[in-house]
């Protein structure tokens, strides 16, 4: 007896015939009633991955010493919003909150909290972790929903879970990668009719060998577009961190994570968290194309670093015991550091502005280089 969403997409698939990767992304993720993200607590130990703010606070306080910074090159005059989309439990947001309190309380005095996010569930976890903010915070289904004003945005791990189409290189050229119910009676990959404007592709999409997939993901544009165009017209900065490849190219992303292990894609719809990497070349063409002025890429590892990690990390172990340092070690290995299980290279980050300012670590030499030894 298949589960109750493989039935609804298998009865979908009966009705209309086979539907497009993305379709299917959408559906395991954000079905109403049996969407992954509707139904689930993927996050932490208990659940099927873990984020880095889930790992160390370091990792948000880092965030938060970066948006003090930012704040304060661009000097805004008038209202301030903190935007976090996709906010996961809402730790990530507390430990930044937590550090702008300490650096610049006039900045939290200021502004207001906005968490956009479409899951009930998370909606309640992440209000019982920042109760003690309940006065700045709002929550929202879309961005567009947020008010308008100078703003400081948050994406960690939000771009993987758009869904994307696939494209798979046949003997008459590209043709989109759809799923379909097989004569197994299976969930399986079936290759559609629709093919794709060959200036999509990367030049070299004619060398490629039969079987190549080619990802595209119109809806991270939409996203991104509207993103940067509103930084333009409002003032402020944003940060995308996720993991994925600094170059447009070939290759098949799509991945099922569940309970810490991966899954196939197909096998467990709506009970397995699905993602594909993130293409950072597209997210930086299309922010430039809306006229976001774009500081650059860093691995998350160097990102964390150049805003003082090791420094606050030693802060944080001075005195303790034997056990909590290496706590401690362990999890600026995994933040920071490179190889299997470790996100320092994997993860990127992305960050542009409305207006052409120094930010810091996107910058040679930071302006206070000693603002994580601050939070004591």
Known sequence: MPAPLEKKIRDLITQTGPISVADYFAICLADP???YYMTKDPFGVAGDFTTAPEISQLFGEMIGVYLVQSWQ????????RIIEIGPGRGTLMADALRVIAKLAPSLLEQATVHMVETSPKLRKIQKETLANYEDKLSWHNSFEDVPSGFF????????????LRQFIKTDIGF??????????????FSVGVAGIDSDLLPSNHKDQPAGTVFEIAPARVNVMTAIATRLVKEGGSALVIDYGYLATG???????????????PLANPGQADLTSHVDFEMLMRTAHAAGAHIHGVMYQGDFLVGLGLLQRAGMLGQDKDHETQQEIRSAVERLVGEGSGNMGELFKVLAMSGQEVKLAPFVAQMDDPESANNLN
């Open 73 to 80: 090159t661009q000097a805004p005059v008038g209202p301030i």
């Open 152 to 163: 400081l945005l948050l994406a960690n791990e939000l771009f993987d879970a758009i869904p």
């Open 250 to 264: 070939f290759g098949d992303t799509l991945q099922a994570i569940h309970k810490h292990e991966f899954d196939p």
């Open 33 to 35: 009633e049996f969407g």
């Open 175 to 188: 043709r989109e990668r759809t799923v379909t119910v097989n004569a197994s009676d299976e969930l399986a």
